[in-house]
């Protein structure tokens, strides 16, 4: 990682960091409160927390100034020490003041910000305190880091005035977006609620923003901060530095209630209101007579109030019955509303009123209508002849609990049009031109107060999302993305790495022991690898395939690699059965080319035997290795960690288990992580830490669409494995009805195991639920106990404990159990060629992605196989094949259609993946039963899902460490993903690390939009 050698050089004080830290104790010590002092007076102020970062600061300072290569000498060597002790000091003292401050109250988001900041502090201490033993490499990774920190912090905090009281905690200082330092000529200005500022547009607008750095946040990334901060991060002076930064609390009819509210959607300051773009837009410009009005269609009218009452009924209801000028009544009626409303709808009363009317009895009804007053109708007015300016568009925006809508349009058109000019644009001004995109203020103009000739075409592609403005925001976050990504990528190939030279021949024991032949896909994905091992900077691949496409095959030839170089190899899965799967399979390749392989996760015993513990600190690992084979016992905990200690371990699969701090590795120059869309960035740093950055490889059996590869994963190589072995037959997917198809699925499973085969039984939940009208995987091992008395019925899920767990799965390879219920325990690494039935029951409630998981279960021996999709409620009736399933045997009946149609639970299932298929309505539950029923490849099936569920849901983008995606729309707008992907390429080609005048204000906003989502870039 290069190191900004630009910084002034600052003597730095190993004593201020003590100082600083000794005060903070004090401060948060209960014991030593002074006299007269609050005593819940534990979280430390503004003022500390900035004196402890100026004492991290100014050794990274010293650091970059002078260098880390000017350092190698032993006079400079001793002064590195003395700069890594001030820096663990005041990284130590920092953590522990963020630590104090997520534990006082406020929201969750503030909390998370506050307990990462102390986790990536913490880290940071621990690297420091070796600094100087550390090869200059790791120095250098290790201060970016520390300034990456440092950045990050100082957004948080106020600009530093020595007139103001330090009364604000640290979360009410939280950043928003996209806020700069205003011009000479605003800084001058005495109020943030002057008129419209009349400053040059964003981008050409260069000369002060050097001077004010921490001014500058991404517009993609909302602030969290507590809802009580939103009204109190600020006064009126800073206000006045610059008016983004100012709160929303003190704006026209923004209260502290009203603040709060808004701050629960995201809403702090004033750059945060001119981001929260508009929903929709509805044309009301032409006003309908009464008589006129469509049913079904958004319209405008005008009408006089005739009779107003309360209808007390089951729940209370306020109906008004308005009479339009031609004469014509119309119905209205409130389910919900306040007095005021009886006060304002008082007979005479004339009103535009917008609505969506629908048919009541034979006549017209509309409900919860919007009204605007209008003075009574002139007398010298003609008769058709509408007041000038009603009709109009209304800006619709997104709902915030307990803030009428139309405050939140007249505050966010009223800031816009007061500060759109002042918006930092962080897309080079050449750019823009040579793409015809609009500046960023005019861009924010036209989307809340829309341009002045707008025409119905331009309104459709408002509401398609399709207008210039908009792409312009979908361009620009693509951009930074891209340019994130790239850059990071960059990053990673300067580190050096383990170089891994191989020979032709260094698979060849591996390929004799195999009882196949890899496929031509496989072949290729090691051959990339191959070439990525013998480089000098790190492999960053991402593997992905189908289900049953060998991607352990390709992990293992990795590993086998490595370990032919003489290093160490690694596996990381997210779940124990994963783990052991994983162990079970590669052990006999690994005994077959004489590679020594280890499990460990949690559950593996702790301590070794007192003869074990002897010879391992006798050093004497060959016997102890040799007792493990012959007894066939597993090995511990104290004799893994002594073996990869020392290197006598070649490799080790496992579970989080591995990043635990005793876990020590000679010289790991691979890690597989296996599933890692399942673990967070924090895991998958901590396992690179392991080693001197080793290669990675990451591995997903969610075949990924190329625009999420390219988005998502736009800093890995890819390979994929897009051709099944030989052999392998795609199971058939049927989908039946919850009420006739579970009689099926029973004469199904004795179908299969009369003929000598086993079957799966998925449940979503373990135990019954008193919310969940589901059924769960207890109750139906019972009820298939009872209705198969003849056959063998055993249990698995998540809360047995890894003994049982392993039996109960050892006896279904065995084929001692014919069926075998479960919950989504096995929808990954469990590999039962016998086995060609799954039935998976309440299949609405689980995400597409994992149904083709779960049905690759089945299929992975020879013969036929069946998945059958048991839906627990009536879906609707024009979702095709649900009812007439075209896969459905001749010989069988249809099933018939409920009678009744069941409520479908609102209700989140217990797993992470089914909760967006939870909250679906029943047309969509059924088109994704039918995606799945009509196509086993996978790759399609990712698509499909992509379009369905959106890619935050489809890979967890949020563990992925990427800035969120607001306005861009991955599968609608690819053309704009690779325009800007080649766009960002070639700005980094020019200027690689954006230190041009002109790409200052780009590269300010990558960095904090970066800043909060992958600090350590890893």
Same mark, same amino acid.
């Given at each position: 990682?290069?190191?900004?050698?630009?910084?002034?050089?600052?003597?730095?004080?190993?004593?201020?960091?003590?100082?600083?830290?000794?005060?903070?104790?004090?401060?948060?010590?209960?014991?030593?409160?002074?006299?007269?002092?609050?005593?819940?007076?534990?979280?430390?102020?503004?003022?500390?927390?900035?004196?402890?970062?100026?004492?991290?600061?100014?050794?990274?300072?010293?650091?970059?100034?002078?260098?880390?290569?000017?350092?190698?000498?032993?006079?400079?060597?001793?002064?590195?020490?003395?700069?890594?002790?001030?820096?663990?000091?005041?990284?130590?003292?920092?953590?522990?003041?963020?630590?104090?401050?997520?534990?006082?109250?406020?929201?969750?988001?503030?909390?998370?910000?506050?307990?990462?900041?102390?986790?990536?502090?913490?880290?940071?201490?621990?690297?420091?305190?070796?600094?100087?033993?550390?090869?200059?490499?790791?120095?250098?990774?290790?201060?970016?880091?520390?300034?990456?920190?440092?950045?990050?912090?100082?957004?948080?905090?106020?600009?530093?005035?020595?007139?103001?009281?330090?009364?604000?905690?640290?979360?009410?200082?939280?950043?928003?977006?996209?806020?700069?330092?205003?011009?000479?000529?605003?800084?001058?200005?005495?109020?943030?609620?002057?008129?419209?500022?009349?400053?040059?547009?964003?981008?050409?607008?260069?000369?002060?923003?050097?001077?004010?750095?921490?001014?500058?946040?991404?517009?993609?990334?909302?602030?969290?901060?507590?809802?009580?901060?939103?009204?109190?991060?600020?006064?009126?002076?800073?206000?006045?530095?610059?008016?983004?930064?100012?709160?929303?609390?003190?704006?026209?009819?923004?209260?502290?209630?009203?603040?709060?509210?808004?701050?629960?959607?995201?809403?702090?300051?004033?750059?945060?209101?001119?981001?929260?773009?508009?929903?929709?837009?509805?044309?009301?410009?032409?006003?309908?007579?009464?008589?006129?009005?469509?049913?079904?269609?958004?319209?405008?009218?005008?009408?006089?109030?005739?009779?107003?009452?309360?209808?007390?009924?089951?729940?209370?209801?306020?109906?008004?019955?308005?009479?339009?000028?031609?004469?014509?009544?119309?119905?209205?009626?409130?389910?919900?509303?306040?007095?005021?409303?009886?006060?304002?709808?008082?007979?005479?009363?004339?009103?535009?009123?917008?609505?969506?009317?629908?048919?009541?009895?034979?006549?017209?009804?509309?409900?919860?209508?919007?009204?605007?007053?209008?003075?009574?109708?002139?007398?010298?007015?003609?008769?058709?002849?509408?007041?000038?300016?009603?009709?109009?568009?209304?800006?619709?925006?997104?709902?915030?609990?307990?803030?009428?809508?139309?405050?939140?349009?007249?505050?966010?058109?009223?800031?816009?049009?007061?500060?759109?000019? !002042?918006? $930092?644009?962080?897309?080079?001004?050449? #750019? *823009?031109? &040579? @793409?015809?995109?609009? =500046?960023?203020?005019?861009?924010? /103009?036209?989307?809340? !107060?829309? $341009?002045?000739?707008?025409?119905?075409? #331009? *309104?459709? &592609? @408002?509401?398609?999302? =399709?207008?210039?403005?908009?792409? /312009?925001?979908?361009?620009?976050?693509?951009?930074?993305?891209?340019?994130? #990504? *790239?850059? &990071?990528?960059?990053?990673?190939?300067?580190?050096?790495?383990?170089?891994?030279?191989?020979?032709?021949?260094?698979?060849?024991?591996?390929?004799?022991?195999?009882?196949?032949?890899?496929?031509?896909?496989?072949?290729?994905?090691?051959?990339?690898?191959?070439?990525?091992?013998?480089?000098?900077?790190?492999?960053?691949?991402?593997?992905?395939?189908?289900?049953?496409?060998?991607?352990?095959?390709?992990?293992?030839?990795?590993?086998?690699?490595?370990?032919?170089?003489?290093?160490?190899?690694?596996?990381?899965?997210?779940?124990?059965?994963?783990?052991?799967?994983?162990?079970?399979?590669?052990?006999?390749?690994?005994?077959?080319?004489?590679?020594?392989?280890?499990?460990?996760?949690?559950?593996?015993?702790?301590?070794?035997?007192?003869?074990?513990?002897?010879?391992?600190?006798?050093?004497?690992?060959?016997?102890?290795?040799?007792?493990?084979?012959?007894?066939?016992?597993?090995?511990?905990?104290?004799?893994?960690?002594?073996?990869?200690?020392?290197?006598?371990?070649?490799?080790?699969?496992?579970?989080?288990?591995?990043?635990?701090?005793?876990?020590?590795?000679?010289?790991?120059?691979?890690?597989?992580?296996?599933?890692?869309?399942?673990?967070?960035?924090?895991?998958?740093?901590?396992?690179?830490?392991?080693?001197?950055?080793?290669?990675?490889?990451?591995?997903?059996?969610?075949?990924?669409?190329?625009?999420?590869?390219?988005?998502?994963?736009?800093?890995?190589?890819?390979?994929?494995?897009?051709?099944?072995?030989?052999?392998?037959?795609?199971?058939?997917?049927?989908?039946?009805?919850?009420?006739?198809?579970?009689?099926?699925?029973?004469?199904?499973?004795?179908?299969?195991?009369?003929?000598?085969?086993?079957?799966?039984?998925?449940?979503?939940?373990?135990?019954?639920?008193?919310?969940?009208?589901?059924?769960?995987?207890?109750?139906?091992?019972?009820?298939?106990?009872?209705?198969?008395?003849?056959?063998?019925?055993?249990?698995?899920?998540?809360?047995?404990?890894?003994?049982?767990?392993?039996?109960?799965?050892?006896?279904?390879?065995?084929?001692?159990?014919?069926?075998?219920?479960?919950?989504?325990?096995?929808?990954?690494?469990?590999?039962?060629?016998?086995?060609?039935?799954?039935?998976?029951?309440?299949?609405?409630?689980?995400?597409?992605?994992?149904?083709?998981?779960?049905?690759?279960?089945?299929?992975?021996?020879?013969?036929?196989?069946?998945?059958?999709?048991?839906?627990?409620?009536?879906?609707?009736?024009?979702?095709?094949?649900?009812?007439?399933?075209?896969?459905?045997?001749?010989?069988?009946?249809?099933?018939?259609?409920?009678?009744?149609?069941?409520?479908?639970?609102?209700?989140?299932?217990?797993?992470?993946?089914?909760?967006?298929?939870?909250?679906?309505?029943?047309?969509?539950?059924?088109?994704?039963?039918?995606?799945?029923?009509?196509?086993?490849?996978?790759?399609?099936?990712?698509?499909?899902?992509?379009?369905?569920?959106?890619?935050?849901?489809?890979?967890?983008?949020?563990?992925?460490?990427?800035?969120?995606?607001?306005?861009?729309?991955?599968?609608?707008?690819?053309?704009?993903?690779?325009?800007?992907?080649?766009?960002?390429?070639?700005?980094?080609?020019?200027?690689?690390?954006?230190?041009?005048?002109?790409?200052?204000?780009?590269?300010?906003?990558?960095?904090?939009?970066?800043?909060?989502?992958?600090?350590?870039?890893?």
């Amino acid at each position: 990682m290069l190191i900004d050698s630009h910084m002034a050089e600052v003597p730095s004080s190993v004593g201020s960091a003590s100082a600083a830290s000794s005060k903070l104790a004090s401060a948060t010590d209960p014991h030593r409160t002074e006299p007269g002092a609050q005593a819940d007076a534990t979280t430390p102020s503004v003022r500390m927390v900035r004196e402890l970062l100026s004492s991290l600061q100014k050794p990274i300072e010293e650091l970059c100034a002078r260098g880390l290569p000017n350092l190698l000498d032993p006079e400079g060597e001793e002064r590195l020490r003395l700069l890594a002790h001030q820096m663990t000091d005041s990284a130590k003292a920092l953590a522990t003041a963020f630590e104090k401050k997520s534990q006082r109250s406020g929201s969750d988001g503030d909390r998370e910000r506050c307990q990462k900041i102390a986790a990536d502090l913490t880290l940071l201490a621990q690297q420091t305190t070796r600094l100087g033993s550390l090869p200059l490499g790791e120095r250098q990774r290790v201060v970016a880091l520390g300034q990456r920190l440092c950045l990050s912090i100082s957004i948080y905090l106020p600009e530093h005035r020595a007139n103001r009281a330090d009364r604000h905690s640290v979360s009410e200082v939280a950043p928003s977006p996209l806020a700069r330092p205003m011009q000479d000529s605003a800084l001058r200005s005495p109020s943030r609620f002057a008129s419209r500022p009349t400053a040059k547009p964003a981008v050409k607008v260069e000369a002060n923003v050097e001077a004010k750095p921490a001014g500058i946040i991404a517009a993609s990334v909302p602030s969290k901060a507590a809802g009580k901060s939103a009204g109190t991060s600020g006064d009126d002076a800073e206000a006045a530095l610059d008016p983004l930064l100012g709160p929303l609390l003190g704006q026209p009819g923004v209260g502290p209630v009203t603040a709060e509210r808004l701050a629960d959607k995201g809403l702090h300051r004033v750059i945060d209101a001119l981001y929260f773009l508009p929903k929709r837009y509805d044309d009301l410009r032409q006003v309908v007579p009464v008589g006129q009005l469509q049913p079904g269609v958004l319209q405008a009218t005008i009408v006089l109030v005739e009779r107003t009452r309360v209808v007390w009924a089951k729940k209370r209801f306020l109906e008004v019955l308005f009479r339009g000028e031609d004469g014509s009544e119309l119905l209205a009626r409130w389910f919900y509303f306040h007095g005021g409303y009886q006060k304002r709808l008082l007979p005479g009363k004339r009103f535009l009123l917008s609505a969506t009317p629908s048919k009541f009895r034979d006549s017209l009804q509309v409900t919860h209508p919007e009204l605007v007053d209008l003075p009574p109708r002139s007398e010298q007015q003609p008769d058709g002849v509408m007041p000038e300016g009603a009709g109009h568009i209304r800006i619709r925006y997104p709902d915030i609990d307990g803030v009428p809508a139309r405050l939140v349009e007249k505050l966010c058109q009223g800031l816009c049009s007061q500060y759109a000019e !002042l918006v $930092p644009d962080g897309v080079p001004a050449q #750019l *823009l031109h &040579r @793409l015809s995109l609009p =500046l960023l203020a005019q861009t924010l /103009r036209d989307l809340h !107060l829309l $341009p002045a000739e707008t025409t119905p075409e #331009l *309104l459709l &592609r @408002l509401n398609e999302g =399709l207008a210039p403005a908009q792409r /312009r925001l979908i361009f620009e976050e693509l951009f930074f993305l891209q340019l994130g #990504l *790239l850059r &990071r990528r960059r990053a990673i190939a300067a580190d050096d790495a383990t170089v891994c030279p191989t020979s032709d021949d260094s698979l060849s024991s591996l390929w004799a022991v195999l009882p196949f032949s890899p496929t031509s896909a496989q072949q290729r994905a090691i051959a990339e690898i191959r070439g990525d091992l013998s480089q000098p900077h790190p492999m960053q691949r991402l593997l992905h395939g189908d289900v049953g496409s060998g991607k352990t095959l390709v992990a293992y030839a990795a590993c086998e690699l490595v370990m032919a170089s003489g290093h160490q190899a690694a596996v990381m899965a997210p779940t124990e059965i994963l783990a052991e799967q994983h162990h079970k399979t590669l052990r006999v390749w690994a005994l077959a080319t004489g590679r020594k392989l280890a499990l460990l996760t949690a559950t593996t015993p702790k301590t070794a035997r007192k003869t074990t513990l002897a010879l391992l600190q006798a050093g004497r690992f060959a016997e102890v290795w040799r007792l493990h084979e012959s007894t066939g016992q597993p090995l511990d905990r104290e004799s893994i960690l002594a073996m990869l200690r020392v290197g006598f371990l070649n490799m080790v699969v496992g579970t989080h288990a591995l990043i635990a701090d005793a876990v020590e590795f000679q010289d790991l120059a691979l890690v597989v992580i296996d599933e890692q869309h399942r673990f967070g960035v924090g895991q998958r740093a901590a396992l690179r830490r392991k080693g001197r950055q080793p290669h990675i490889l990451v591995m997903t059996a969610t075949p990924i669409p190329r625009t999420l590869a390219l988005t998502l994963y736009g800093d890995l190589d890819v390979s994929q494995l897009d051709e099944l072995p030989p052999g392998r037959t795609p199971p058939v997917t049927k989908v039946l009805s919850g009420k006739t198809g579970e009689p099926r699925a029973l004469t199904a499973v004795r179908k299969a195991v009369s003929e000598g085969r086993q079957a799966y039984w998925v449940c979503p939940l373990i135990e019954d639920s008193e919310k969940l009208e589901l059924s769960s995987a207890t109750a139906r091992h019972a009820a298939l106990q009872s209705a198969l008395p003849e056959l063998r019925v055993g249990l698995v899920h998540g809360r047995l404990g890894s003994d049982e767990r392993d039996d109960v799965m050892d006896r279904f390879r065995r084929r001692e159990l014919d069926v075998l219920v479960a919950t989504t325990v096995i929808e990954v690494g469990v590999d039962v060629p016998n086995a060609s039935l799954m039935v998976i029951e309440s299949a609405e409630r689980f995400g597409l992605a994992q149904l083709h998981q779960l049905r690759g279960r089945v299929g992975r021996g020879s013969g036929k196989s069946l998945c059958l999709l048991l839906h627990g409620s009536a879906l609707s009736d024009g979702s095709g094949s649900v009812h007439h399933d075209p896969l459905l045997d001749e010989d069988e009946p249809a099933p018939k259609k409920p009678s009744k149609r069941r409520k479908v639970s609102e209700e989140p299932a217990t797993t992470a993946s089914t909760k967006h298929a939870a909250a679906t309505t029943a047309p969509s539950a059924a088109h994704r039963l039918e995606v799945v029923a009509q196509t086993s490849d996978g790759f399609r099936l990712a698509e499909a899902d992509l379009r369905i569920r959106g890619p935050g849901e489809v890979l967890g983008t949020r563990q992925s460490g990427l800035p969120p995606l607001r306005f861009a729309d991955l599968l609608r707008d690819i053309d704009l993903l690779t325009i800007a992907r080649r766009e960002a390429a070639a700005l980094l080609a020019r200027d690689p690390e954006l230190v041009r005048p002109e790409h200052s204000v780009t590269s300010r906003v990558l960095a904090e939009r970066w800043a909060h989502c992958d600090l350590t870039l890893e």
